[in-house]
């Protein structure tokens, strides 16, 4: 049980350190959140807990797969917050990407790689 608290202690303290420098540095909050900090603790945690080589290669390979389909929300984001707000831009954001999703593991399925 402790270890589950520290996991979500190191992880949390993590989101809430981009948040923090966010504030303070658009650049810099951005560039924090784009690396991959929680995919690489989530294949750390894995790793310290034994877990098989190829479960943690899987979670690094479906992790790219999975990311590739929410980038352009972050195109559309910052044009469609000016204009309908916060809460509906990131409701059409939620919904565009699901649709991107969707049509994304259509398209790579055609070369063997199943998403669904």
Known sequence: M???IVKYLITSGVVVLISE????SDRLGGFIAALPLVTLLTLIW???ENQPQDKIAN???YTFW?????LPMFLVFPYLLPRIGFWLTLLSCVLLTVLCFGLFALL???FGIQLL
Do not use: C, E, N, S
Request: positive net charge.
């Open 59 to 61: 979670h690094a390979w």
């Open 108 to 110: 790579v399925r055609r």
């Open 21 to 24: 420098l966010a504030k303070r």
């Open 66 to 70: 999975y990311v590739v389909p929410t």
């Open 2 to 4: 402790a270890w589950i």
């Open 46 to 48: 894995l790793y310290v």
